[in-house]
């Protein structure tokens, strides 16, 4: 049974940078594809990046595109999500999932264990 934690979520003004980590505890997630998404209040969640099971391939929305970077640890069980320019549009609770694959999905039916969230709150 693998159990997320996500951190490094808070306040930030427009331009800023934040880096979000996801610890797991489990043995297995090490083995598994991890995505990040997000949920702004009154909106779908949204798929915003993925990291397969090797770290070989890694996937952006458009609207984070050339802003967030995905990286695994292997070491430390981590994944982490790194926002740069953050604007308020990525004003969020971010979540990451895990999927038992090697290769990340879009949906969210596709993953098998999820985090609580931390908010993200970008300030103009």
């Known amino acids: 049974q693998e159990q997320l934690l996500e951190s490094g979520g808070g306040l930030v003004q427009a331009g800023g940078s934040l880096r979000l980590s996801c610890a797991a505890s489990g043995r297995t997630f090490n083995t598994y594809s991890v995505g990040w998404f997000r949920q702004a209040p009154g909106k779908e969640r949204e798929f915003v990046a993925g990291i397969s099971r090797n770290a070989l391939s890694t996937y952006y929305s458009d609207s984070v595109k050339d802003r967030f970077t995905i990286s695994r640890d292997y070491a430390k069980n981590t994944v982490y999500l790194q926002m740069n320019s953050l604007k308020p549009e990525d004003t969020s609770v971010y979540y990451c999932?895990?999927?038992?694959?090697?290769?990340?999905?879009?949906?969210?039916?596709?993953?098998?264990?999820w985090g609580q969230g931390t908010q993200v709150t970008v300030s103009s």
């Open positions: 999932a895990s999927r038992a694959a090697s290769v990340y999905k879009k949906t969210e039916n596709e993953y098998n264990y």
